[in-house]
C-alpha cells in the first residue's frame, strides 16, 4: 500500500537546519497527522510523501521555496511601544498573535526599545533549506478501513 492523494497518513519526522542541528521533532506517541491533498503541511514535505509505503523511512532536503518559503521583510514590522497595553510586560522572543490582512498569525519579538516593538510574523524556517527524516506510521485510505 503507498500513499496517494485523499490519504490520512500519520508520520513521525525530524526537522534538520543546514548545520545538522535539530529544529524539532515529532513527540513519539504523536505522529503528525494530515489528509494528502489538504495543503495542510508544505508543498514540497506533501510530495516527497506521495508514494511512500507503511513503515517506509526516507530522508528529502526542501529549500524554501519547496519548504517554507523565502524571509519576507513586508512581515517584520515595527509598532509604536506605546500601543502595547501597560499590563503586558513584553520580553524578546515572546510570540504573539497578530492579525496580518484579515489573518491571524503569531508573531515573535524581535527588538523591543524605548519607541517601538519589533514583530517578526515570518516562518522561523522561512528562507532556511532544511532536511526531514520520516517514517510512514500509518495511511488510511478513507474508505472505512484503517491500515496500521
Same mark, same amino acid.
Given at each position: 500500500?503507498? #500513499? =496517494?492523494? +485523499?490519504? !490520512? #497518513?500519520?508520520v513521525?519526522? !525530524?526537522?534538520k537546519l543546514e548545520d545538522g542541528s535539530v529544529f524539532e521533532r515529532t513527540p513519539e506517541d504523536r505522529p503528525l497527522e494530515f489528509t494528502m491533498g489538504e495543503k495542510k503541511v508544505v %508543498? +514540497?514535505?506533501?510530495?516527497a510523501i506521495l508514494g511512500m509505503k507503511l513503515n517506509e523511512k526516507k530522508s528529502f532536503t526542501l529549500k524554501p521555496a519547496e519548504g517554507f518559503g523565502e524571509r519576507r521583510d513586508s512581515l517584520v514590522k515595527? $509598532?509604536? =511601544?506605546? %500601543?502595547v497595553p501597560k499590563d503586558v510586560t513584553l520580553k524578546v522572543g515572546d510570540e504573539l498573535k497578530?492579525?496580518?490582512?484579515g489573518s491571524v498569525i503569531p508573531a515573535k519579538v *524581535?527588538? $523591543? /526599545?524605548? =519607541?517601538v516593538v519589533l514583530l517578526d510574523a515570518n516562518h522561523p %524556517?522561512? +528562507?532556511? !533549506? #532544511?532536511t526531514f527524516n520520516v517514517k510512514v506510521m500509518s495511511i488510511d485510505? /478513507?474508505? +472505512? *478501513?484503517k491500515r496500521r
Open positions: 500500500m503507498k #500513499v =496517494k492523494n +485523499g490519504d !490520512t #497518513v500519520r513521525e519526522y !525530524t526537522v %508543498l +514540497g514535505f506533501e510530495k515595527e $509598532i509604536p =511601544k506605546i %500601543l497578530v492579525e496580518v490582512a *524581535q527588538e $523591543i /526599545n524605548d =519607541k %524556517l522561512a +528562507g532556511k !533549506t #532544511v485510505k /478513507n474508505e +472505512g *478501513q
